[in-house]
């Protein structure tokens, strides 16, 4: 089983900064791919970043330089470095995760099967 917990959430000023974590506190013993995804209201469910267990990177093309991902494998854990934070960046923020390994790094961009329950950023003055 795979049970994801994000934090570090909240009300930011445009141009500000927020790190949002997750941690998986399920049984299995390694991931494969985890990340992080947002929704926004009226909006599809996006790709923000997702990594791979041996570090790879991906970033939806909206990030433009100002979001950095990293985990630690053996703390199954992941987060989310937002810089110069945008109105449009307000949304409700998932963790994402799987447990398999992808040798084609197009389906590291792709949503994995367990979910986190979702943190708010809110982008505003």
């Known amino acids: 089983q795979v049970q994801l917990q994000e934090s570090g959430g909240g009300l930011v000023q445009p141009g500000g900064s927020l790190r949002l974590s997750c941690v998986d506190s399920?049984?299995?013993?390694?991931?494969?791919?985890m990340g992080w995804w947002r929704e926004a209201p009226g909006k599809q469910r996006e790709l923000v970043a997702s990594?791979?267990?041996?570090?790879?990177?991906n970033y939806g093309d909206f990030v433009e330089g100002r979001f950095t991902v990293s985990r630690d494998n053996a703390k199954k854990m992941v987060w989310l470095q937002m810089t110069n934070l945008r109105p449009e960046d307000t949304a409700v923020y998932y963790c994402?995760?799987?447990?398999?390994?992808?040798?084609?790094?197009?389906?590291?961009?792709?949503?994995?099967?367990?979910w986190g329950q979702g943190t708010q950023v809110t982008v505003a003055s």
């Open positions: 990594i791979t267990s041996g570090g790879t990177p």
């Open positions: 399920g049984t299995i013993l390694s991931l494969g791919v």
């Open positions: 994402n995760a799987g447990v398999t390994r992808y040798a084609a790094n197009s389906l590291n961009r792709k949503p994995q099967p367990y």
